[in-house]
């Protein structure tokens, strides 16, 4: 649920009518008509007043008279038990006026009257139960979204000599939450970063990211070499996973200033974008099986060191956003579309990315999608960047991710 919602905003466009309506100087009728309105659906009592109308035109009496249901079991999918009933009401009552207009046998018109009667009351628990699943679905999103918060833990705009901006979008829309995973985090041994994605879905796939995250910011604090942390991140799936389990992942540190490692285990391979413009995909040199699954092969993954200058990027993403098609089933061009909207603001270069992601997909992604873009700044931006909040900038400068506050470390405990 949104700030806004949890603040009750949603509210605020409905109070200054209801007090006009039930001021002083409003009667009971008028407070009662205005409340009846309010509850009113529009759509259905459109349709009821369609028949009434074709049956003023054609007098055809009996034969439209049972249509007339169709308002308060239309009204159930839109409205709650009180518009329901007002529409069963206003169909009952021109059923009557229209049946006596008509001619139509008192026997007749009652047994009409009584079809309306339960349709009206059947829809009416219909649309209770629709709200009560509404409730609880609410309160499951909100749960999920907690969930979330607590997972994937929010990542500050600026991380040590970083510039950052993630952008995350569930498939399960119910639940805003899924498999994907991505966590940032200052260590004593640099910045460290890490985007994957687990096998399958649900709350067994949410578990999984779970542990993974909990085990690499353990052992980024802890290991010097990043292959080490890899080597912890495979033990520990290797004692809580399955069999048929795994989790592709890439794992990317900045040890001293100017480069940058990483480690591909199965996952796509990261985007690099030079200070010109070029992009270039950061292929592994020796291919390596997703984390959990190395027992099965024997092979190890391999550290890449890469040339990482002032005003380079790094873009991380989970197959969500490659794997993403069109109505003509063609996959979305994730280097072109870099590309095209890559600027100095990695929060907006995500923003059109992701934009034209949905556009892409036509509005809803079927996959989980995780995007996460890093950038380190020029000296004179990272100046413009410590003049702005009162720090010296330095590659020692690092975020507390944890809680979005920053502190500053000593260059020789955060080299580069």
């Not at 007043?49 to 239309?74: E, F, Q, R």
């Not at 839109?78 to 518009?83: A, E, L, Q, V």
């Not at 970063?193 to 879905?201: A, H, Q």
């Not at 080490?228 to 399955?242: C, K, Q, T």
Request: proline letters at 7%.
């Amino acid at each position: 649920m949104s700030q806004a919602r949890d603040r009750g905003d949603d509210h605020w466009p409905i109070r200054p009518f209801r007090n006009r309506v039930a001021g002083t100087g409003a009667s009971p009728r008028n407070r009662f008509a205005a409340q009846l309105a309010a509850g009113t659906p529009v759509l259905p009592v459109l349709i009821v007043s369609v028949i009434v109308l074709v049956d003023l035109v054609g007098g055809a009496g009996m034969i439209w008279l049972p249509l007339l249901a169709a308002g308060p079991a239309l009204a159930a999918s839109t409205s709650g038990p009180r518009g329901v009933l007002c529409v069963g009401l206003l169909a009952a009552v021109l059923g009557v006026v229209l049946g006596a207009r008509d001619g139509v046998p008192a026997r007749e018109l009652a047994v009409v009257l009584s079809a309306l009667a339960a349709v009206t009351l059947a829809s009416g628990l219909a649309s209770a139960l629709r709200g009560r699943r509404e409730r609880v679905l609410a309160a499951v999103r909100s749960v999920a979204e907690a969930a979330q918060h607590a997972l994937l833990k929010p990542v500050p705009a600026t991380v040590g000599p970083f510039q950052v901006a993630v952008r995350y979008s569930a498939a399960a829309a119910e639940a805003r939450i899924g498999g994907d995973l991505y966590a940032l985090v200052p260590t004593p041994y640099g910045v460290r970063l890490i985007v994957g994605d687990v096998r399958g879905k649900g709350l067994p796939a949410v578990g999984t990211a779970a542990l993974v995250l909990g085990v690499f910011r353990e052992a980024a604090y802890d290991e010097p070499d990043l292959l080490a942390v890899v080597g912890r991140i495979e033990r520990s799936l290797a004692r809580n996973l399955g069999c048929d389990d795994f989790v592709t992942a890439v794992v990317a540190g900045y040890p001293r200033a100017g480069h940058l490692e990483v480690v591909n285990c199965g996952h796509a391979p990261p985007l690099l974008v030079r200070e010109s413009g070029n992009v270039v995909a950061v292929e592994p040199t020796c291919p390596a099986p997703p984390l959990g699954l190395r027992a099965l092969t024997g092979e190890t993954p391999s550290l890449q060191v890469l040339p990482f200058a002032d005003g380079d990027q790094l873009l991380l993403y989970t197959d969500g956003v490659t794997e993403a098609r069109d109505h003509g089933r063609e996959f979305y061009p994730l280097a072109e579309g870099l590309a095209r909207h890559v600027s100095d603001q990695p929060a907006r270069t995500l923003t059109a990315l992701h934009d034209e992601l949905l556009a892409h997909v036509g509005g809803r992604l079927h996959d989980d999608a995780a995007l996460l873009l890093l950038r380190k700044p020029t000296v004179p931006e990272r100046l413009l960047l410590g003049s702005g909040s009162g720090t010296t900038p330095a590659d020692g400068v690092s975020a507390g991710v944890e809680s979005g506050t920053v502190d500053v470390r000593r260059a020789s405990r955060s080299p580069g």
